[in-house]
């Protein structure tokens, strides 16, 4: 029994120095929603706290609570999924024993979790069977549903940089599911139950099928973050303070999302990634690696403004400007005239400006205009004069 926090440092010692124990990157307690029809199908992971390269006195004594209720605990894989028992939960208590009293608001969490866990009502209809300890110790192709959304509350969190993380894998260990608010339904068990549902008039509304579900449904944004529908940020996205989403064309996927403050009224496809005062117009596109980029992720500088209906498949320096409608793609030709050339060239000294460049030749170029001649169709470059400030009041 440990009763002072003397004890515990010296029990996190003791542990740490097994030969057995290596610190995780990433680890945290889940509750899991399991298949309608197939249990041991995890349809779902929700992790009240994330662990992300911190907290490595709380992982000594989980992953020594598990060996001690008999669990079996394998650090050498890249990944460690484990059921819980009472046992686990007690070892786990009288470890944490000296930090109960104090474990509120932001202090203790993982604490906090166990003494949630174990002050569960019998009545809550949750056993041990709907939770699991969730390590990774690798950042390697993922290797089950658990690990994967850990992985994705890191990012969403922002605990983990965007494109930081390797998410081989998700796909295929997601399950595809109906989603009745944050609940996910198989889609077996709904049709196998179609009839007794509609005829008992219980069929569940189903807002999405989808393998993830909504970013709102597991993250907190900061205060002076607005998405003005839940539809429009996928789990797995990362949205930094003062980010605006808007409802329409807008659009952010898994792995992308904004540095800063940024105003998003178009799609950020997955990987890629707007920094801080820039405004991704209404219907903009900024195209994934799948999707025209050449296999390399978009970073869409500051202080940038892509007009609406715009599409890029390039990165974008800061303080530019891509007129609405205008399409820059890696290949894209794109004509400067000599003034344009000496203009953007001066603004970037480290750079080779020409003209007739192509679009990924703008990588790092900062202080461009791209627009199109509305006499001949050719996309042109020219030195922006105009200045992309957000309105502060809405950030």
């Known amino acids: 029994m440990i009763y002072t926090k003397d004890e515990f440092k010296t029990l996190v010692e003791d542990i740490q120095a097994q030969s057995w124990y290596r610190n995780p990157i990433g680890f945290g307690l889940a509750r899991v929603d399991r298949g309608q029809l197939n249990p041991e199908k995890i349809l779902q992971a929700t992790f009240p706290v994330v662990n992300w390269d911190e907290n490595f006195g709380s992982a000594a004594i989980f992953l020594n609570a598990l060996k001690e209720a008999d ?4 650090t050498t894989s890249s990944e460690l999924v484990c059921d819980v028992n009472d046992v686990f939960l007690t070892k786990c208590i009288e470890s944490f024993r000296p930090y109960i009293p104090e474990a509120k608001g932001s202090e203790h969490k993982n604490v906090q979790v166990i003494s949630q866990l174990s002050s569960l009502p019998k009545d809550s209809g949750l056993t041990a069977a709907n939770f699991k300890m969730v390590f990774i110790f690798e950042d390697e192709a993922l290797e089950s549903a658990e690990a994967a959304y850990l992985k994705l509350y890191a990012l969403s969190t922002g605990k983990a940089k965007l494109r930081s993380l390797n998410l081989n894998g998700a796909f295929g260990k997601l399950h595809n599911c109906a989603w009745a608010g944050t609940t996910p339904i198989e889609l077996d068990w709904l049709r196998e139950n179609e009839i007794a549902l509609k005829i008992s008039g219980k069929y569940p509304e189903i807002t999405m099928v989808d393998k993830f579900p909504r970013f709102l449904s597991h993250v907190i944004p900061a205060d002076n973050t607005r998405i003005l529908e839940t539809s429009k940020v996928r789990f797995g996205a990362q949205l930094a303070a003062g980010t605006t989403v808007m409802p329409g064309a807008s659009y952010i996927n898994f792995n992308a999302g904004t540095e800063g403050s940024v105003m998003v009224e ?10 801080a005062g820039s405004d991704v117009g ?26 609406a209906n715009s599409c890029t498949g390039t990165a974008i320096g800061d303080s530019c400007i891509l007129d609405a409608g205008v399409t820059i793609l890696p290949g894209t030709k794109i004509t400067l005239s000599e003034k344009a050339v000496a ?42 004069t105009r200045e992309v400030k957000l309105n502060a009041d809405l950030h």
């Open 266 to 275: 178009g799609r950020i496809s997955s990987s890629a990634v707007v920094g």
């Open 282 to 307: 209404g219907g903009a596109s900024i195209l994934g690696v799948l999707s025209g980029t050449d296999g390399v992720p978009v970073s869409i500088g500051e202080n940038t403004l892509l007009g």
């Open 71 to 74: 669990i079996a605990v394998d």
């Open 343 to 384: 203009a953007i060239a001066e603004s970037n000294p480290e750079k080779e400006i020409k003209t007739l460049m192509r679009g990924m030749d703008f990588i790092g170029v900062n202080g461009v205009h791209f627009r199109q001649n509305s006499v001949n169709g050719q996309i042109i470059a020219m030195r922006s």
